[in-house]
């Protein structure tokens, strides 16, 4: 006698695919939410701004005329932001990655580090505008400098460019250390003959994301005192600057109309800008990743 | 010129005549144990391993033999919870102490692994890492280098004309002897090599097998190995190991023909393992 009645399996047969095919519906439906709010979104912010988007937005500096309102001081702000954030913060991150993953020992207190640099990763951004506030900005007198700015926002992203080095060096082969190791290479040469040259596009990948965060972020500088009017260029690293998501935000605060559609105008900017950089790290991602 | 090179070696060779015959040890353990945390995997074992002859260990899976060659070179200490005891000498210097730096021992003692492990780099670049970490820049002696060892590992003639391509590129049997190549490339006087070829192709495995034959002349081979017919076709002694102990440690012919252990018949004769 069978005890699988096939009968019973051929009824139930259509209500299984019925189901199967459903769930994969709702998984669509899932997806296509994200994507349609996004769609709106950018075909607001594309059909609004893009009257204002020309090349005399981008060359002049900001204005109390919306006609007149560029975006000039923002983009150098924001990319000298950049000139101190992306050394500092993939210069202390990689350095902390490579001391987590090659040379502190498995103990109680590396767990611990290791737990809350993920932990740091999850902190408000405000929470590190403060502390960019009390110890850059007032403890070490830089005041609301591109320094401190770009140092409050190297603190913001740390955290995640430590997590995404430590992946990175963690999914190299152990094969290859002990190839290395095996030559009579010592731990820096291993380090830097095996482990970098492996790592870096996994690096890099998780660094520019990082910083496309730290262009987009504007709570950390509000709290900083990043200026939000500005009519000149900042000159070195000691200037007063502004950013262009703040400069967006002061736009959108505006009670004149013609100021939201410059602020969307400025949106675009930083879209492409952000494009850019994640399109940079794809890039990287695919040509330099190695198979093993 | 050659000639007188030739006789000055005769002359040296007859003035160690008592030596004759004997082999030398290059390596002698004595009462080692090892602990994976508190799981021991060698007790108390005992060999010395002779210069310029291969060494074969043979047994199970599990049995310890690859935990034994990776402690020759200190590379078992990859592992964080290794201890050890006992000692193990190499040339007469225990490779324990303090004063002898593990880079040193492993620039001595080279290793081929189990799997090929090139790196991601071209072929000419994986040869010449060892060198260049010792140190050696010149571009005229590490192309001498990269020659000699490829022709040592029998791979010159495949890759003379493709030495600057990705090693990736080659096949598993070509790979594993750019690892050998590699590991000759730092002259060293041991190659200890860990089941280097359970991962290839039965014509592979014999280019290998025919390679450790040419390089006994100038090195001193330990091989571990779960075929035994590799063991006895290539080895001069072999150790058999079961459960982490040295059960028979002995020429190979008699190891093989007439064991003087239960187990070791037991194994050899395929009735476990």
Not at chain 1, 106 to 123: D, H, P, Q, Y
Not at chain 1, 158 to 182: F, N
Not at chain 2, 217 to 240: C, E, G, L, P, W
Request: charged share 20%; with cysteine.
């Amino acid at each position: 006698m069978n005890l699988v009645d096939k009968q019973l399996v051929q009824r139930r047969m259509n209500r299984r695919i019925l189901k199967s095919r459903i769930m994969r519906q709702l998984f669509f439906l899932a997806t296509a939410f994200g994507i349609v709010v996004l769609a709106v979104l950018l075909y607001r912010i594309f059909s609004e701004g893009i009257a204002y988007l020309d090349w005399e937005f981008l060359t002049s500096f900001a204005s109390r005329f919306p006609e007149e309102s560029g975006i000039k001081a923002a983009i150098a702000g924001s990319l000298w932001l950049m000139v101190v954030t992306a050394p500092i913060s993939l210069i202390l991150g990689v350095g902390t990655a490579i001391y987590l993953e090659e040379y502190a020992r498995e103990n109680k207190f590396t767990r611990f580090i290791r737990m809350n640099i993920s932990n740091l990763a999850g902190v408000p951004s405000v929470v590190f505008g403060l502390l960019g506030l009390t110890v850059f900005v007032r403890l070490m007198e830089m005041g609301r400098s591109v320094m401190a700015g770009g140092l409050t926002m190297s603190l913001l992203i740390l955290p995640i460019i430590v997590v995404a080095a430590q992946e990175a060096i963690r999914s190299i082969p152990k094969d290859q250390y002990e190839a290395s190791y095996a030559m009579g290479a010592t731990k820096w040469q291993t380090v830097r003959r095996v482990v970098l040259p492996a790592a870096i596009p996994g690096i890099l990948t998780g660094g520019i994301l990082a910083l496309s965060r730290a262009i987009g972020e504007t709570a950390p500088l509000l709290m900083i005192g990043a200026l939000s009017f500005v009519a000149y260029l900042p000159e070195n690293i000691w200037s007063s600057f502004t950013v262009l998501p703040i400069q967006i935000f002061n736009w959108t605060g505006r009670p004149q109309e013609e100021f939201h559609l410059v602020a969307s105008a400025g949106i675009i900017i930083l879209l492409l800008a952000l494009l850019l950089m994640n399109s940079i790290a794809v890039l990287i991602r695919n040509k330099f990743s190695k198979r093993y | 010129m050659a000639t007188a090179t030739k006789t000055q070696q005769i002359s040296i060779f007859n003035t160690n005549e008592p030596d004759k015959g004997k082999t030398k040890t290059i390596y002698s353990i004595e009462n080692f144990n090892l602990w994976y945390g508190t799981d021991q995997a060698l007790y108390e074992v005992q060999m010395e391993i002779p210069e310029n002859k291969v060494t074969a260990i043979i047994g199970p899976s599990g049995c310890g033999k690859s935990t034994f060659i990776k402690s020759l070179n200190r590379m078992v200490e990859l592992v964080p919870s290794v201890k050890m005891s006992g000692s193990i000498e190499y040339k007469e210097k225990d490779i324990f102490s303090p004063k002898y730096k593990v880079e040193d021992l492993r620039t001595d003692v080279g290793m081929v692994f189990q799997n090929p492990n090139p790196f991601p780099k071209s072929i000419y670049e994986n040869v010449v890492y060892g060198p260049k970490t010792h140190g050696i820049k010149k571009k005229s002696i590490l192309n001498e280098i990269v020659e000699k060892s490829l022709r040592g590992a029998a791979l010159w003639d495949e890759v003379k004309d493709r030495l600057n391509e990705n090693a990736f590129g080659l096949s598993g049997g070509q790979q594993q002897r750019l690892c050998i190549a590699r590991c000759l490339a730092i002259e060293p006087d041991v190659i200890l090599m860990d089941e280097p070829t359970s991962a290839l192709d039965p014509i592979s495995t014999t280019k290998i097998e025919e390679l450790v034959q040419t390089l006994k002349k100038d090195y001193s081979i330990a091989i571990v190995t779960h075929n035994m017919q590799q063991a006895a076709r290539i080895s001069d002694k072999t150790a058999f190991f079961l459960n982490g102990e040295v059960i028979e440690y002995n020429n190979t012919d008699k190891l093989f023909s007439n064991p003087d252990d239960k187990r070791t018949e037991d194994y050899i004769t395929g009735r476990f393992g």
